[in-house]
Structure formats: structure tokens, C-alpha cells
């Protein structure tokens, strides 16, 4: 793909426009792409952050055409904000993931959770919207968050299908897993959930169109199973603090990610944990098996 700017929608098959938010960071890649399906009325998924030129730019793409739903993967304040006032302005209802309230324990590392998030209709595994050649199907993928969804549009370009992974799956990292919301048992889970699949491209929230999604997915549970390895050999040696684990395993990258591969860490020794793996007393953590 061609370099991408803000707020200029591009067409990626007859169906499906995105259009790029002027949220760029070390979490959010180049910014929280927001989807448009259909052509002569539309669905708009993940509509972004509250930023007023940033909602005018999604106005504009929609050209005047009637808009079905607001469809939200799930409620971090990259991707929900923006759709009150789209909403507002549009007429449509907001529709998919649950609401979410939670008070954090720790500092979190990515965009914090959108607590104003109010939908119209909560979507559950199987649920749909469509309009005019279109229909976007909700797939529960929990793990980076506990309301996450993805969603399935069988009409797209080639007859295969194709999937709007939101932040489950995206296309220039792995998916931050964030204790205590952030389960990755659940995590895990919903990666497996999507190998028997068979929809030809994933659109996510963040980077580029996937093109093999199958060999993705099985790359990163084949990552995720490395990490817990990792983990492992670091406690055999010697019992750690989180702290202590990412200094010696996460070498060599930004130290502004530093507080996400502590969470990430976190999220795998409560799954170790939960299977009687690995123990903590005190901060020190070590492994029992």
C-alpha cells in the first residue's frame, strides 16, 4: 500500500473504503483506521477519537449517503469516542461491543478505555446489521479486551469473505494484552478461534490489509507460545519482578514500550498462574512446574 494520509478516504475493493485518523503513536501505528462498507448506503466501523476535523473527514467521505450503523469492535478510546458525535450528525445508530467499565489496576499502555461509550444495540456472536449488498456479522474475539468483537462481511470482492479484525488481529504488531481487562487465556483462545476460518483478507484497526491471514494468526500464536517459553527459562534461573523479566527479555526496543511489555508480561503469568505454572509472593515470581 501506498503511503496513507489522514483523512483522505481510499477505496481498497467496491465494498470497503477506509479512511486514516490523525492519532498516530507508538501503540496506534500510524493512526486507527476507520472502515466504510457499502456503496450506495454505508456502516462506519470504529469511527476513532472525539477530533472535529477528524469526524468532518469521515462526513465527507460519506457523501451525503445514508449511514446504517456505527459498528465499534470495542470501546479504547482510539476507536469509540468518535462515534457520539458522528452519530450526532449522521442520525445512526451506534451498534456492537458492550459497554465496559472498569477501573484499572497499574498503568496502562495503550489508549485508555472510552467510558462514555453508550450503544444503541449490543451485537453477540452471530448478530448482524446490513444494508444495500452488505451485511457485517459480529465474531466475539475477547482477549485484548473483554468486549471485543470482529466482524465478518461474506460479500466482499472476490466471493471469500473478508474480516474486520479491529485490534485482535492487526497488521504491524501483535495485540497488547492488558491485565485486568486483557485476558490472554482469552487471547489465545480467540486466535484459535480463527484458524478454521476462511475469509481471505482481514482489515484491522491499525496498518495495512492482510493478505494471508491464516499464516498471521498461526505466527502469532506461534509468538505468544515463544514469549511463555521466554518467560519460563528467565524464572528457572532465577526468581524475578516484572520489572526485572522485561529488562532482560525486551532488549533493544523502545523504552516508551517498556510499560506494554510489563502488561503483556503480566497477562501471560496470570495464565500461568491460572495453570499452576508459575507463582507470585511478595513480587518475585517463580515457576512451580
Same mark, same amino acid.
Given at each position: 500500500?501506498?503511503?496513507?494520509?489522514?483523512?483522505?478516504?481510499?477505496?481498497?475493493?467496491?465494498?470497503?473504503?477506509?479512511?486514516?485518523?490523525?492519532?498516530? =503513536?507508538?501503540?496506534?501505528?500510524?493512526? &486507527?483506521?476507520?472502515?466504510? !462498507? *457499502?456503496?450506495?448506503? %454505508? #456502516?462506519?466501523? /470504529?469511527? @476513532?477519537?472525539?477530533?472535529?476535523?477528524?469526524?468532518?473527514?469521515?462526513?465527507?467521505?460519506?457523501?451525503?449517503?445514508?449511514?446504517?450503523?456505527?459498528?465499534?469492535?470495542?470501546?479504547?478510546?482510539?476507536?469509540?469516542?468518535? =462515534?457520539?458525535?458522528?452519530?450526532?450528525? &449522521?442520525?445512526?445508530?451506534? !451498534? *456492537?461491543?458492550?459497554? %465496559? #467499565?472498569?477501573? /484499572?489496576? @497499574?498503568?496502562?499502555?495503550?489508549?485508555?478505555?472510552?467510558?462514555?461509550?453508550?450503544?444503541?444495540?449490543?451485537?453477540?456472536?452471530?448478530?448482524?446489521?446490513?444494508?444495500?449488498?452488505?451485511?457485517?456479522?459480529?465474531?466475539?474475539?475477547?482477549?485484548?479486551?473483554?468486549?471485543?468483537?470482529?466482524?465478518?462481511?461474506?460479500?466482499?470482492?472476490?466471493?471469500?469473505?473478508?474480516?474486520?479484525?479491529?485490534?485482535?488481529?492487526?497488521?504491524?504488531?501483535?495485540?497488547?494484552?492488558?491485565?485486568?481487562?486483557?485476558?490472554?487465556?482469552?487471547?489465545?483462545?480467540?486466535?484459535?478461534?480463527?484458524?478454521?476460518?476462511?475469509?481471505?483478507?482481514?482489515?484491522?484497526?491499525?496498518?495495512?490489509?492482510?493478505?494471508?491471514?491464516?499464516?498471521?494468526?498461526?505466527?502469532?500464536?506461534?509468538?505468544?507460545?515463544?514469549?511463555?517459553?521466554?518467560?519460563?527459562?528467565?524464572?528457572?534461573?532465577?526468581?524475578?519482578?516484572?520489572?526485572?523479566?522485561?529488562?532482560?527479555?525486551?532488549?533493544?526496543?523502545?523504552?516508551?514500550?517498556?510499560?506494554?511489555?510489563?502488561?503483556?508480561?503480566?497477562?501471560?503469568?496470570?495464565?500461568?498462574?491460572?495453570?499452576?505454572?508459575?507463582?507470585?509472593?511478595?513480587?518475585?515470581?517463580?515457576?512451580?512446574?
Amino acid at each position: 500500500m501506498s503511503e496513507q494520509l489522514p483523512g483522505v478516504p481510499e477505496q481498497l475493493e467496491p465494498l470497503v473504503a477506509r479512511l486514516l485518523a490523525p492519532n498516530p =503513536s507508538p501503540f496506534t501505528h500510524t493512526g &486507527t483506521q476507520v472502515h466504510l !462498507v *457499502g456503496t450506495t448506503d %454505508l #456502516a462506519v466501523i /470504529d469511527p @476513532g477519537p472525539d477530533d472535529p476535523a477528524h469526524i468532518d473527514a469521515i462526513v465527507r467521505a460519506i457523501d451525503g449517503r445514508p449511514v446504517r450503523a456505527i459498528v465499534i469492535t470495542h470501546t479504547h478510546r482510539d476507536h469509540s469516542p468518535g =462515534s457520539r458525535p458522528l452519530a450526532a450528525a &449522521t442520525g445512526a445508530p451506534i !451498534v *456492537g461491543c458492550a459497554p %465496559l #467499565a472498569l477501573d /484499572d489496576a @497499574g498503568i496502562r499502555a495503550d489508549a485508555s478505555f472510552d467510558r462514555d461509550y453508550a450503544p444503541d444495540r449490543v451485537l453477540a456472536e452471530g448478530d448482524s446489521v446490513s444494508g444495500a449488498g452488505w451485511t457485517l456479522t459480529a465474531l466475539a474475539t475477547p482477549g485484548h479486551t473483554s468486549n471485543h468483537i470482529a466482524f465478518v462481511l461474506p460479500q466482499a470482492q472476490d466471493g471469500a469473505g473478508a474480516l474486520f479484525s479491529g485490534d485482535h488481529v492487526m497488521g504491524w504488531s501483535t495485540s497488547i494484552v492488558s491485565p485486568p481487562d486483557g485476558n490472554m487465556t482469552a487471547y489465545m483462545a480467540s486466535l484459535e478461534k480463527l484458524l478454521p476460518r476462511t475469509e481471505r483478507r482481514y482489515y484491522p484497526a491499525h496498518g495495512d490489509p492482510i493478505e494471508t491471514p491464516q499464516r498471521l494468526v498461526r505466527g502469532m500464536l506461534g509468538h505468544r507460545k515463544q514469549r511463555e517459553g521466554q518467560i519460563l527459562r528467565t524464572l528457572r534461573a532465577a526468581p524475578a519482578t516484572i520489572g526485572e523479566m522485561v529488562s532482560r527479555m525486551y532488549v533493544g526496543i523502545d523504552p516508551r514500550l517498556f510499560p506494554a511489555a510489563e502488561r503483556s508480561v503480566l497477562a501471560h503469568l496470570i495464565d500461568l498462574r491460572d495453570r499452576a505454572r508459575v507463582a507470585e509472593q511478595g513480587g518475585l515470581w517463580s515457576v512451580t512446574a
